[in-house]
């Protein structure tokens, strides 16, 4: 049973295409992040944001841009996609107190030709 | 830097047999601790968070243990439906990233 959704689930897309990728929770969390993950590697960080109209770069450079114009959505856009954008995008929620963690989807795996 | 080493990269165990995964890490002041599963094609499931050395948690065969340099991650008699990718994560104070180790895969053979 998924909180956190994100669509597409998969995407083969030509180069210098726009793409956005969608991710949306209903826990109503405040903090949403981005995830790049390549395969037998490292989660890395890309983009966060603490709430509404709050949005943060993360560790990993990224020619990627995010919006969040309402608490439950945190769509990330790529303007001209490129075969080295190719990997998997996870979006994750987290909410605080006792019960702190960090809530993934099931990812978009991106594919750039 | 903050840094989150796992090992063994891969483990292949019988069903039943029990095992520890490790996971070493240097972080700049600890906030928490982080175990997920992920299985292939899918985001990381949530296991457990620990907070402090001595710490443990446990869920149906997995018991999670903190020190102030490495956690482990004991499975007690595994079933094949175990089999996955289990991801260990640290968070430090004043930083909103986790910083995630390339994890363990477990395979379970019946």
């Known amino acids: 049973e998924a909180d956190i959704y994100q669509t597409p689930r998969y995407l083969v897309i030509g180069t210098g295409k726009k793409i956005t990728l969608e991710c949306s929770q209903t826990?109503?969390?405040?903090?949403m992040y981005w995830y790049q993950q390549d395969p037998g590697m490292e989660l890395h960080l890309i983009h966060y944001?603490?709430?509404?109209?709050?949005?943060e770069k993360g560790d990993l450079s990224s020619e990627s841009t995010v919006s969040r114009i309402r608490t439950e959505h945190f769509p990330l856009t790529l303007e001209s996609a490129r075969p080295s954008h190719t990997s998997q995008y996870l979006c994750?929620?987290?909410?605080?107190?006792?019960?702190?963690?960090?809530?993934f989807g099931s990812g978009t795996r991106l594919t750039v030709v | 830097e903050d840094q989150v080493t796992q090992s063994p990269e891969a483990l292949r165990l019988q069903e039943g047999e029990s095992s520890s995964l490790n996971c070493s890490y240097t972080?700049?002041?600890?906030?928490?601790l982080f175990w997920y599963r992920q299985d292939p094609g899918k985001g990381p499931e949530f296991l457990f968070t620990l907070y402090s050395a001595g710490e443990e948690k446990e869920k149906e065969r997995l018991k999670a243990t903190l020190t102030k340099k490495e956690s482990f991650l004991h499975i007690t008699a595994p079933k094949p439906e175990d089999s996955a990718t289990y991801l260990c994560a640290v968070q430090a104070y004043g930083n909103e990233k986790l910083t995630f180790g390339t994890g363990t895969r477990l395979t379970i053979i019946p």
């Open positions: 944001s603490y709430g509404v109209n709050s949005t």
């Open positions: 994750a929620s987290s909410e605080g107190g006792r019960q702190w963690r960090y809530t």
């Open positions: 972080v700049s002041g600890l906030r928490g």
């Open positions: 826990m109503g969390h405040d903090k």
